[in-house]
């Protein structure tokens, strides 16, 4: 089975500064990867997908992410951190040839005014 | 188009009653899934479904019984709640293939007593 490694159960930045979210997988193969939020009190939301082609993907409010082969990683980031970014911060992976997701621990994000 | 829907929003049970949480989707998504959510565990895969009449177990199936008679719903069963199963629970829909984001139900908070 896979692993989904996130580093960092809680990340605080101040309001206009740099989000790095990071995320580690364990597959040799590389896997279909996601990055979700969560609201408080909501379910899941896409945040962005890597799936094939280009290895930096753009998602919704301004966050991007770039799978990296080499490092086995899919680190999210944000130039400029906003007061409604503060929310918990999933990464998925997907087996190419499986049906299963697995989930990191996830991050909580804290944005300091 | 409601997306994935949930039942009940919130639930106590004494420990050894059984009860079904319901799910369903209107996207004629292929793919459905439960997950329970607790603290510091990110999200755990309980049991899926690649389409009507195929189930399989996740990570966490123990205590958990599901079926998919339609594409369209996925009750998940517990068949004896004990204070283990107390838990914020997940469903979750997708195709398969590359399209395979999963789209979130609003989720069900469960206290086992």
């Known amino acids: 089975a896979q692993s989904v490694t996130q580093l960092g159960s809680h990340v605080s930045v101040s309001e206009g500064a740099l989000v790095l979210l990071r995320c580690n997988y364990s597959s040799s193969v590389p896997p279909y990867l996601f990055w979700y939020v969560q609201y408080p009190n909501q379910g899941l939301q896409l945040l962005l997908k890597y799936t094939t082609g280009a290895t930096l993907v753009k998602g919704i409010n301004g966050f991007e992410a770039e799978f990296k082969k080499s490092e086995t990683s899919f680190h999210l980031t944000k130039p400029s951190a906003h007061m409604s970014d503060a929310a918990e911060y999933f990464c998925a992976v997907s087996e190419i040839t499986g049906n299963q997701f697995y989930f990191g621990t996830g991050t909580s994000l804290t944005v300091i005014p | 188009n409601a997306g994935v829907t949930q039942t009940p929003k919130f639930q106590v049970l004494k420990t050894g009653q059984s009860m079904t949480l319901q799910c369903a989707q209107d996207?004629?998504?292929?793919?459905m899934s439960w997950y329970r959510q607790d603290p510091g565990m990110g999200l755990r895969l309980i049991h899926y479904s690649v389409g009507a009449g195929i189930t399989d177990q996740g990570e966490v199936p123990n205590g958990y019984n599901v079926s998919r008679s339609t594409t369209e719903d996925f009750p998940l069963r517990l068949l004896s709640a004990a204070p283990s199963q107390t838990s914020v629970y997940f469903c979750a829909s997708s195709y398969l293939g590359l399209a395979r984001e999963q789209y979130f139900g609003p989720g069900t908070r469960l206290t086992v007593t």
């Open positions: 996207m004629n998504h292929e793919y």
